[in-house]
């Protein structure tokens, strides 16, 4: 499951805040790499995830990515997609896409 959240610039610490307090249970915390994504955190339930996070539509075209250097898998959860990457540089390298980037 991915729970995603509008989080405006200068808002982290109350965000972080009440998320320490109130966040589903079980779930991994994510912010994104750059500030004007709709969505700067991600949650998404299980244990982390080492390097980077793309989330974006799933499509079917997400598993060429197979076999990439970086590429660590890919999830899907409905109608969204987590592909995990060990580093921003090797998801920049293997793609032009434009896509939310998402660290722990």
Do not use: C, N
Request: aromatic share 10%; glycine share 10%.
């Amino acid at each position: 499951m991915i729970e995603l959240y509008a989080v405006p610039p200068g808002e982290d610490e109350p965000f972080l805040a009440a998320f320490a307090a109130d966040g589903p249970s079980g779930h991994t915390l994510y912010k994104a790499l750059r500030d004007d994504t709709p969505h700067r955190f991600v949650s998404v339930d299980g244990p982390p995830k080492r390097g980077a996070i793309l989330v974006a539509p799933y499509d079917e075209a997400l598993h060429t990515f197979e076999g990439r250097q970086g590429f660590l898998g890919l999830e899907r959860h409905g109608d969204l997609a987590l592909v995990h990457w060990s580093s921003p540089l090797m998801y920049a390298r293997a793609t032009s896409a434009r896509g939310a980037l998402y660290a722990r």
